[in-house]
T-cell receptor, first 115, second 116 residues
């Protein structure tokens, strides 16, 4: 399967701990997105990369959150000093270079539970 | 700022019947795209159908069609001949045509249950 993969699929952590999620996009896609989805809600945009450059960040992305895409391939999303309000599904998506068509290819998500 | 509203948190339909999911949006943009995405239980979200705002003709993809009313800022999804595999959460989404990032604004979602 050459779709978007995310790891881990589930993470349970205690408040105050740091967590990191990884996303491997479809190989020929240069655009990569992180979204957050809380229970019963639609995905909310967090950040966007074009190749290795982080070009847009949402106000939702507090200073405890950091995302990287060091070689323009996989990406990581780190949350420091987790809070219970960080509990959510973190979705990664990618899209190809040619134009912004709105078709995003999503991974299955990484579900975070902060106790 | 753009907003997308889905006022039906849950819906159900009998297999083989037709169901319509509602979506309204608010924007001051004239050129934009609208989408319906499907998120099956424990599966990744996939694109169902896409509509360009400058096109008057409603988009159709097999059993899925939309009713796009630009003046009313309404964008509903009709699923014909519903199948058990259509059971999923459905999200309406908006994107500015001038967007360089391809960022989508999603509604809250509608959970659709197709009953045998």
């Amino acid at each position: 399967d050459t779709g978007v993969s995310q790891d881990p699929r589930h993470k349970i952590t205690k408040r105050g701990q740091n967590v990191t999620f990884r996303c491997d996009p479809i190989s020929e896609h240069n655009r990569l997105y992180w979204y957050r989805q809380t229970l019963g809600q639609g995905p909310e945009f967090l950040t966007y990369f074009q190749n290795e450059a982080q070009l847009e960040k949402s106000r939702l992305l507090s200073d405890r959150f950091s995302a990287e895409r060091p070689k323009g391939s996989f990406s990581t999303l780190e949350i420091q000093r987790t809070e219970q309000g960080d509990s959510a599904m973190y979705l990664c998506a990618s899209s190809p270079r040619q134009g912004a068509t709105g078709e995003l290819f999503f991974g299955e998500g990484s579900r975070l539970t902060v106790l | 700022a753009q907003t997308v509203t889905q006022s039906q948190p849950e819906m159900s339909v009998q297999e083989a019947e037709t169901v319509t999911l509602s979506c309204t949006y608010d924007t001051s943009e004239n050129n934009y795209y609208l989408f319906w995405y499907k998120q099956p239980p424990s599966r990744q979200m996939i694109l169902v159908i896409r509509q360009e705002a400058y096109k008057q003709q409603n988009a159709t993809e097999n059993r899925f069609s939309v009713n796009f009313q630009k003046a009313a800022k309404s964008f509903s999804l009709k699923i014909s001949d519903s199948q058990l595999g259509d059971t999923a959460m459905y999200f309406c989404a908006f994107m500015k045509q001038t967007s360089n990032t391809g960022k989508l604004i999603f509604g809250q979602g509608t959970t659709l249950q197709v009953k045998p």
